[in-house]
C-alpha cells in the first residue's frame, strides 16, 4: 500500500490506481467529460486537471497514477477556474434549445455546476449536421464536443470501427464508416456510442419520441443465454430506454441490439393478454376462472379416462427458474407422471449427456471472464458476434489484443477474419476433425503429460483409437486442408491455456454427443481444464435454457440435475408426496406417444413445438391425435393458433420477479420493471392455480417467487447459499 495526500489528508491505496478513480473512492468528484470506466483513458477533455506538489503545471487525472508520498489538490480556484473556461469554451458553439431541454445530460449537469447560464450556449443548431437514418438512434453533431467516446466504445468495447475520427483541431469530424450516414453504415446497433455520449449528440429515439425515463429498474435480459443485466427505463408504465448495468459481472456495461432496443413486444399489437377457449375452431375470450377450471376438469377426465402416463408438461427457457422449478414439480405431484422436459434437450442434451460423462457435469466449465485470461480461443459451430453478441465481442477484443483465434464452422462467421486458423470443414465431419486434431497432438508430443497422469483415463486406448485418424487421410473427407489441421492442433495444444465455445453446429446432430466428447478430449489431452482462461463452454441459446433444464425440467433428473433415485428421498419429504418412479417421456417421445393414441394431452409453457420441431407433418399428426392442448405464452404462437383448445396469457419477464441461469451457470435477479399486460398472469401463478383447482393447492401455497426460490434452495443443497 502507498500513503497518498487528497486535499491535505492522507489515504492509503494499492499502486496502479489512477488519480482520477482514487478520487472517487474518497467521494472526491473531478468533473470530466470524456472519461468512462469501460475505455482507457485519452485526457481530451481537460476537465480533469489536478495540482501535485513539485509538479510546474496542473496534470490530467486520468491518466496519471498515483505514487507513494504524492500531494495532490482538486478544486483550486486556479484549476476552477480553468474548468470553467474549458466549459464555457464548448458552450460557445453548442446549442442551447437542448440544454435548456435535457437538464440530466452529464455535459450539462456539469455546465450549471459551474455558473453557465443559457447565454453562454449558441442560439444557433447547425441543421445540417443532422442524421435520423438509422432505425433506433438519432444524431445531431452540433451538440458534439469531441470526447471521442463513441469512436472509443465501437472500438475498444464493441470492435466494430464504425466512428471514424477525421482532421484535426476545429476541422475535427466524427463520421460513420460509410461516409454518409449511419444507416449506411455497418453500425449493429449495440448502442454502446449512445450510451457512452454525455450530449446527446447521439440519442435514442425511443425517448425522443416517448420522454426521457421516470424509473429505473435493474434486470436481466431476456434473449440468449449471455445473461446481461441492464437497467429499464420506463415512464407511464412503458419501457421506453434500456441501458447496460455498469457494474454487471457478465456483460460490463455493454449490450447488443436484442437487449438495447427489442422491448417492444411487451406493447406490441397482437399481444394475446386474455384466457381463450376455442370452441368449434373460434376463439373466445373468458375469465381467468373460467378457463382454469376448464382445463382442470378435461385434465382430470384425462388422467381418470387414460392413466398419469397420458399427459406431458413443457418448461420455458424463456420462463424463470422459479416457474419452471414449478413446471416439473407441477407434473410429478399434480399429474404423478415424469412426463416433463424442455427445449433444452433440442439443442444441448447432447452437451450435457457428454460432459456429464466426461467431467461429471453437464454444464460450462467457466465464467466469460476467463475470455480474457485465455491465449486461445477456439469456436466450433457457433457464431457468438451474432447469436451471442456480448460474448463476441469479448472474444473479438480479446483477439486483438493478442490471443489467437481458431474458427470451426463451414460459414466464414465474422470472427473467421480475425481467426490465426479457419477451418470450414463439410457439415457433418465435426467428430473426424477433432479427431485428427487430437491425432496431431499425441502425434508431435504436445500432450500434456502431468495432466493426463492425474486426471485422465484411458490414454493409451484413445491414442491407439484416433492414430487412425491423420490430418491426411480426414482431410479429404473433412475439406479442410491437412496443414491447417496441423497449424490449429499446435495452436490449442501449445498457446495456452486455451478456452473452447460451442454451439448447436457440434450438438444438433446425430452424433451430437459424440462430438461434444471430442471436444472435451482435446481439452483433456492438453491440460485445458480446471484453470483459468481454460475450458470447455457451451454458449447457450435462450435466456434461462440453462435454468429450465437445471430446475428439472427433464424426465430423468430433478432439480439440481439430480437423478430421480437420488433425489426421491429428500424430494418426497420437502414435498410431502411421492416423486414418480415410471420412466417418463422426453418431447419428441411425447409427439410418438401422441401419434400412436398413448398421450392425450400437453401442456406447452413458452415453448412453440410446431414451429420448433422438424418434422412439421409428424407433429401436426401428433397434436391431431390429442383431445387437449393448453398452450400459455406471450402471444398466440403456431402450437396455439393450429392446435391449442385453451390459451393462458404469460407475463414477460419485464413483468415479474423472479431468477435467470445463464450459459457460465450465474443466478442473476429478474425484477419488475412494468405491470402486467392486460389480464396477463406470471407463469408461476398460473401453474398454482391450475393446481389449486385440481386440489393440490397445499403442495403450491406460493405467494411470491421468492417463496418458490426458498423451496428450490431446500430441494437443491449445492445452492442452498443463493438467497
Known amino acids: 500500500m502507498i500513503s497518498v495526500k487528497f486535499n491535505g489528508e492522507t489515504h492509503q491505496f494499492e499502486q496502479g490506481v489512477s488519480i482520477l478513480e482514487a478520487s472517487r473512492r474518497l467521494g472526491i468528484e473531478i468533473p470530466t467529460l470524456c472519461d468512462d470506466a469501460r475505455l482507457s483513458p485519452i485526457g481530451a477533455c481537460r476537465l480533469c486537471l489536478v495540482e501535485i506538489k513539485g509538479t510546474p503545471n496542473p496534470v490530467v487525472s486520468c491518466k496519471r497514477e498515483i505514487a507513494d508520498g504524492m500531494e495532490i489538490e482538486t478544486h483550486t480556484p486556479k484549476l476552477e477556474k480553468a474548468r470553467q473556461?474549458?466549459?464555457?469554451?464548448?458552450?460557445?458553439?453548442?446549442?442551447?434549445?437542448?440544454?435548456?431541454?435535457?437538464?440530466?445530460?452529464?455535459?450539462h449537469q456539469l455546465a450549471r455546476r459551474y455558473g453557465l447560464e443559457e447565454s453562454d450556449f449558441s442560439s444557433e443548431t447547425n441543421g445540417h449536421l443532422k442524421d435520423v437514418s438509422h432505425p433506433y438512434i438519432q444524431i445531431d453533431m452540433s451538440r458534439c464536443v469531441d470526447c471521442y467516446r463513441c469512436v472509443r466504445m465501437c472500438e475498444e468495447v464493441q470492435g466494430q470501427f464504425v466512428w471514424q475520427k477525421l482532421n484535426r483541431g476545429?476541422?475535427?469530424?466524427?463520421?460513420?464508416?460509410?461516409?454518409?450516414?449511419?444507416?449506411?453504415?455497418?453500425?449493429?446497433?449495440?448502442?454502446?456510442?449512445?450510451d457512452a455520449c454525455p450530449t446527446g449528440a447521439l440519442e435514442d429515439k425511443s425517448i425522443l419520441a416517448a420522454g426521457a425515463p421516470t424509473k429505473w429498474t435493474k434486470t436481466v435480459c431476456p434473449y440468449c443465454g449471455t445473461g446481461c443485466e441492464m437497467n429499464v427505463g420506463s415512464r407511464d408504465d412503458q419501457i421506453v430506454q434500456v441501458k447496460p448495468s455498469i457494474e454487471s459481472p457478465v456483460n460490463h456495461g455493454h449490450l447488443c441490439v436484442k437487449g438495447r432496443y427489442a422491448f417492444n413486444f411487451v406493447d406490441a399489437a397482437d399481444r394475446a393478454t386474455a384466457p381463450m377457449i376455442r370452441a368449434e375452431g373460434e376463439w373466445r375470450g373468458v375469465s381467468w376462472e373460467e378457463a382454469i377450471n376448464f382445463?382442470?376438469?378435461?385434465?382430470?377426465?384425462?388422467?381418470?379416462?387414460?392413466?398419469?402416463?397420458?399427459?406431458g408438461v413443457l418448461g420455458s427457457a424463456r420462463a424463470t427458474n422459479e416457474e419452471n422449478y414449478l413446471a416439473?414439480?407441477?407434473?410429478?405431484?399434480?399429474?404423478?407422471?415424469?412426463?416433463?422436459?424442455?427445449?433444452?434437450?433440442?439443442?444441448?442434451?447432447?452437451?450435457?449427456?457428454?460432459m456429464k460423462m466426461t467431467l461429471g457435469t453437464g454444464a460450462a466449465t467457466n465464467s466469460f471472464d476467463d475470455i480474457e485470461m485465455a491465449k486461445t480461443i477456439l469456436i466450433c459451430g457457433a457464431n457468438p458476434t451474432e447469436n451471442h453478441p456480448v460474448v463476441g465481442a469479448r472474444i473479438k477484443q480479446a483477439v486483438l489484443k493478442g490471443a489467437k483465434l481458431i474458427v470451426i464452422d463451414p460459414r466464414r462467421i465474422e470472427l473467421a477474419k480475425y481467426a490465426d486458423v479457419h477451418l470450414p470443414l463439410r457439415p457433418g465431419t465435426n467428430i473426424l476433425l477433432f479427431n485428427a486434431l487430437a491425432n496431431v497432438i499425441i502425434e508431435e508430443g504436445l500432450y500434456d503429460q502431468d495432466f493426463i497422469k492425474d486426471r485422465v483415463l484411458e490414454f493409451e486406448e484413445f491414442r491407439s483409437f484416433v492414430s487412425e485418424y491423420s490430418p491426411e487421410k480426414v482431410a479429404p473427407l473433412c475439406g479442410v486442408d491437412a496443414e491447417l489441421i496441423r497449424r490449429a492442433a499446435r495452436i490449442y495444444a501449445s498457446e495456452k491455456p486455451a478456452m473452447c465455445f460451442h454451439g448447436l453446429g457440434m450438438t444438433e446432430h446425430l452424433q451430437g454427443t459424440e462430438g461434444v466428447m471430442t471436444i472435451v478430449n482435446l481439452a483433456l489431452r492438453t491440460g485445458n481444464l480446471g484453470k483459468r482462461g481454460a475450458g470447455v463452454n457451451p454458449l447457450r441459446g435462450q435466456n434461462n435454457v440453462q435454468g429450465a433444464a437445471?430446475?428439472?425440467?427433464?424426465?430423468g433428473i430433478l432439480t439440481g440435475s439430480i437423478s430421480l433415485d437420488d433425489g426421491r428421498k429428500t424430494f418426497e419429504k420437502i414435498w410431502k408426496a411421492a416423486v414418480p418412479t415410471e420412466k417418463g417421456l422426453n418431447q419428441l417421445q411425447m409427439m410418438d406417444a401422441a401419434a400412436n393414441g398413448k398421450l392425450k394431452a400437453?401442456?406447452?409453457i413458452g415453448y412453440d413445438v410446431f414451429l420448433s420441431n422438424a418434422n412439421a407433418a409428424e407433429t401436426e399428426k401428433a397434436f391431431r391425435s390429442m383431445e387437449l392442448v393448453i398452450v400459455q405464452d406471450l402471444f398466440l404462437n403456431e402450437t396455439a393458433r393450429e392446435f391449442a383448445h385453451v390459451f393462458f396469457p404469460a407475463c414477460s419477464s419485464f413483468e415479474k420477479d423472479g431468477t435467470f441461469m445463464n450459459a457460465e451457470r450465474r443466478v442473476s435477479r429478474v425484477r419488475k420493471a412494468v405491470e402486467p399486460r392486460g389480464n396477463s398472469r406470471s407463469d408461476w401463478e398460473i401453474i398454482c392455480d391450475l393446481a389449486r383447482a385440481m386440489g393440490k393447492g397445499e403442495h403450491f401455497d406460493f405467494h411470491s417467487p421468492e417463496e418458490i426460490w426458498n423451496e428450490i434452495r431446500a430441494v437443491w443443497k449445492a445452492g442452498y447459499g443463493i438467497t
Open 328 to 354: 416439473q414439480k407441477f407434473t410429478r405431484v399434480c399429474l404423478e407422471t415424469n412426463n416433463v422436459d424442455c427445449c433444452a434437450r433440442v439443442c444441448h442434451t447432447a452437451t450435457a449427456a457428454a
Open 602 to 604: 400437453l401442456w406447452a
Open 550 to 555: 437445471h430446475m428439472g425440467c427433464d424426465p
Open 170 to 194: 476545429k476541422a475535427t469530424e466524427i463520421l460513420p464508416d460509410s461516409g454518409t450516414t449511419l444507416g449506411e453504415s455497418s453500425c449493429v446497433s449495440c448502442g454502446g456510442c449512445v
Open 295 to 311: 382445463a382442470a376438469r378435461r385434465l382430470e377426465r384425462i388422467l381418470e379416462d387414460h392413466g398419469k402416463e397420458s399427459i
Open 85 to 107: 473556461m474549458n466549459l464555457r469554451m464548448l458552450a460557445q458553439s453548442y446549442p442551447v434549445k437542448p440544454f435548456k431541454e435535457f437538464p440530466e445530460k452529464p455535459f
